[in-house]
């Protein structure tokens, strides 16, 4: 057997590697878990848009490979509608949309399309983490852009050091965040982009829940920003706004320039997605809505975060996302705290330093959670956790 190539040496262990492992342990015993671990919608794809996909898989023309420069015209057509309705953006359907097999595909193929051995990638810390592996794997330098609780979990545009900005190419950024749950005012990526021209740097918004939103709140975009073109690409994705995560469909909007790279890398690459779901991700942007989801929620956002506060642990109430992200109530690592919720409580949550170092101290959970019908699995978490005192305990 050949030995691997040794870049896969630079990917880190799975991460919850052994909270998966006592999760199927006691679930193997018969134990009640809740699980607020995994970011998976876990209600079905809205009816109409399944409705949709039976009857475009008739089409014969849906069959075969998609043939087209940047994805199927159809739904380039809808994704450049729903960009100006959403968020008043202007692109070309035929020059400044991409089609992806979902964000996060589109996300680490952009790496590869841009960054040779020693440039730069600024990435957000805590953060997603296929920006930091994707550049590890191309030999580029990372350079964590901390996210502190006392700037919004904002970069701050000022510590990010003048050699670093000279050598970047790409800086990563995530809003509505993951796994923080931040949002970025429109301000934010007026400096980011200036800062992006200034120093010849591509700003990649991942806007993957850009539309998971509560309480009447609605996302700014980096192509807001005039002139933006030229140093933006942002990915939408339909996977959290239309519970389609399997899927796997979604976009690159930016400047024709920018984007070309990436269209380059994905002909030698894929041979794109299926044009049927393709052709239905389309009617989703045009017709489709998912409010009782969003609804459903919220209703469990407002369920955990009360019942958590009332046990003591001060957590805060996210805008967007469907994630809480909070501070580790106890002198306890990250890890030791979600290992001892997983043992005593009987409920899992991710500890922050899987996102980067700045994750530290905070824990995420999900409000994605298999079972829940509304919120009363929430409820019960909250009350487990206050149960075995998990909170107060130094």
Request: glycine letters at 8%; proline letters at 7%; a negative charge.
């Amino acid at each position: 057997m050949p030995s691997r190539a040794k870049r896969l040496e630079k990917i880190p262990p799975y991460l919850f590697a052994e909270i998966a492992r006592i999760k199927a342990e006691m679930r193997a015993r018969g134990e009640d878990i809740i699980d607020l671990g995994i970011g998976d919608p876990d209600q079905p794809t809205p009816a109409p848009i399944v409705t949709a996909m039976q009857q475009a898989v008739t089409h014969p023309a849906t069959h075969r490979y998609d043939e087209s420069a940047r994805g199927w015209q159809t739904f380039l057509d809808a994704a450049a509608r729903w960009l100006r309705r959403e968020f008043s953006v202007e692109v070309d359907p035929k020059s400044e949309i991409l089609e992806v097999i979902g964000s996060k595909e589109g996300l680490a193929h952009l790496i590869w399309a841009y960054c040779d051995p020693g440039d730069a990638v600024i990435v957000p810390d805590p953060g997603y983490p296929v920006y930091r592996i994707q550049a590890d794997l191309c030999d580029a330098t990372v350079y964590d852009a901390r996210l502190k609780e006392e700037n919004g979990f904002l970069p701050v545009l000022e510590d990010i050091p003048v050699e670093i900005a000279k050598k970047a190419k790409l800086f990563f950024t995530c809003y509505p965040g993951n796994p923080t749950g931040a949002v970025a005012p429109k301000e934010f990526y007026e400096d980011a982009v200036r800062f992006c021209r200034d120093y010849d740097i591509l700003l990649v918004g991942d806007l993957a829940y850009a539309m998971v939103t509560y309480d009447g709140y609605r996302c700014a975009s980096p192509l807001q920003v005039e002139g933006a073109k030229e140093h933006v690409i942002e990915f939408h994705s339909l996977s959290k706004p239309f519970n389609m995560t399997g899927w796997r469909i979604g976009f690159a909007c930016g400047g024709a320039d920018a984007l070309a790279p990436l269209s380059r890398l994905k002909d030698n690459i894929d041979s794109k997605q299926f044009a049927a779901i393709a052709e239905t991700a389309a009617w989703a942007l045009d017709h489709g809505e998912n409010r009782a989801t969003l609804e459903l929620y919220q209703r469990r956002r407002d369920v955990l975060v009360r019942g958590l506060k009332e046990a003591g642990w001060d957590v805060p109430t996210p805008r967007a996302t469907f994630y809480v992200w909070a501070r580790v109530p106890t002198s306890e690592t990250s890890a030791e705290f979600a290992r001892r919720l997983l043992g005593e409580a009987k409920v899992l949550v991710i500890p922050g330093n899987g996102y980067g170092p700045g994750g530290e101290g905070y824990v995420r959970m999900s409000l994605t959670v298999s079972g829940d019908v509304a919120g009363e699995r929430l409820e019960e978490a909250a009350r487990r956790i206050a149960a075995v005192g998990a909170v107060a305990r130094a």
